[in-house]
């Protein structure tokens, strides 16, 4: 069975920029999380969707949106890129939202701002 | 608010030693506890979690974990490492079974012959 897949693996963005990253969640599963990974930080956690709905959101401006489509993949939006902005995105899915249940997570999308 | 301190940014050892890699949280309501490792340019791997019940969790690839309610520490064990077990370790905290992870800031073992 395929895992969490996430496109582009790798991207490089100028300054002001907009990004789209994109996840496939593992069959079945119906929940989809992102996260940021800053270089020698821990992920940080942006937006969690579950059933197309926005069920939790980070600390992060409004730069940052996302969407769960009906086949339950997922779109993470970054508009205004910061050099900040740096980092590998992670999505991860689990078949309910609930932390209970194992969280797959993904290879990332590596992004770079320049 | 929740949070979670790893003590140690690099932890170097050699091989077949033991190892324990520490992790203390913080948080006013019941927490699951999870482990994942990460190695060089992957994804997050889950290693193992605590929910409830028996504080020693045992998990993949030899690891085990001790839950301490009192301590507010979830330390991760092995008592053999090999090379292959270099990687990146983090610790991560959820309260409940709300979805979002709560992760430390992680911990590098570097396992050398």
């Known amino acids: 069975d395929a895992g969490v897949t996430q496109s582009p693996t790798h991207l490089i963005k100028t300054r002001g920029q907009q990004v789209t990253l994109r996840c496939s969640p593992i069959s079945g599963h119906k929940s989809v999380s992102w996260y940021q990974q800053v270089l020698g930080q821990g992920p940080q956690f942006i937006f969690q969707y579950y059933e197309k709905e926005e069920r939790g959101r980070g600390n992060f401006p409004d730069r940052f949106s996302a969407r769960q489509f009906p086949n339950y993949s997922s779109e993470l939006n970054v508009n205004a890129l910061l050099l900040g902005d740096s980092a590998l995105y992670l999505c991860?899915?689990?078949?309910?939202?609930?932390?209970?249940?194992?969280?797959?997570f993904g290879e990332g999308s590596w992004l770079t701002v320049v | 608010a929740q949070s979670v301190t790893q003590l140690d940014s690099q932890v170097p050892v050699f091989e077949e030693a033991p190892v324990e890699l520490r992790c203390n949280y913080s948080?006013?309501?019941?927490?699951?506890l999870f482990w994942y490792v990460q190695y060089p340019n992957q994804g997050l791997q889950l290693l193992l979690k605590?929910?409830?019940?028996?504080?020693l969790v045992k998990g993949i690839n030899g690891f085990e974990a001790e839950f301490n309610k009192s301590q507010t520490s979830f330390h991760l064990r092995k008592p053999s490492v090999h090379i292959s077990d270099t990687a990146e370790y983090f610790c991560a905290v959820s309260e409940g079974s709300q979805g979002n992870l709560i992760f430390g800031k992680g911990t590098k073992l570097s396992v050398k012959p």
């Open positions: 991860a899915s689990t078949f309910d939202g609930s932390s209970g249940n194992t969280i797959y």
């Open positions: 948080s006013s309501v019941s927490v699951y």
């Open positions: 605590y929910l409830s019940g028996s504080t």
